[in-house]
């Protein structure tokens, strides 16, 4: 990029990554197992699509922002937290882009808060809300780094569309 935004030299890096089919099939099969892991509750399989190094972290919405958890174990604490707070969360998937940067899915969540998460306390009731979870690809390890996400309360707008 000659002109424009200020970009971290890392988005930089991702606006010249270039894709092979090859590279979209092993992306898409990878958040597929990352999916299927997670609604598994198979902490051993979402970290097995995770790069070593990886990154959770809450990026704002209606969380609060600068939650973060860091490596491997960090994204066993993460799920830890989540699964235990939302023990029944289904996600329906909204949208989703496959890129050579990684994945970018929407999702509608419902479940019910039995325990607080990220300034959300427990209600014991039942819970809507919408992510935009970014999965950024690291084209070395051939696995995700972790995952960025927002949310906010209750239904998007548009969200049956």
């Known amino acids: 990029m000659e002109s424009g935004p200020a970009v ?5 890096d991702q606006l010249q990554a270039r894709l092979d089919t090859g590279d979209y099939d092993e992306i898409l099969a990878l958040w597929k197992a990352h999916s299927i892991a997670e609604d598994a509750r ?3 399989g979402l970290v097995a699509t995770l790069a070593p190094d990886c990154v959770y972290e809450l990026v704002g919405g209606d969380v609060e922002p600068g939650h973060r958890w860091e490596g491997h174990e960090g994204a066993r604490r993460f799920y830890t937290e ?7 969360v289904a996600f329906f998937l909204q949208d989703i882009t496959v890129g050579p940067q990684g994945v970018t899915e929407v999702a509608r969540v419902s479940a019910t808060q039995v325990g ?3 300034g959300w306390p427990a209600t014991g009731e039942p819970v809507t809300f919408t992510v935009v979870i970014v999965f950024p690809w690291d084209p070395v390890s051939r696995r995700f780094r972790g995952e960025r996400v927002l949310a906010v309360r209750g239904d998007a707008p548009g969200g049956d569309a």
């Open 8 to 12: 971290h030299p890392r988005v930089r």
């Open 116 to 118: 607080s998460f990220a």
């Open 82 to 88: 989540f699964l235990g707070a939302f023990p029944d």
């Open 42 to 44: 198979d902490l051993d």
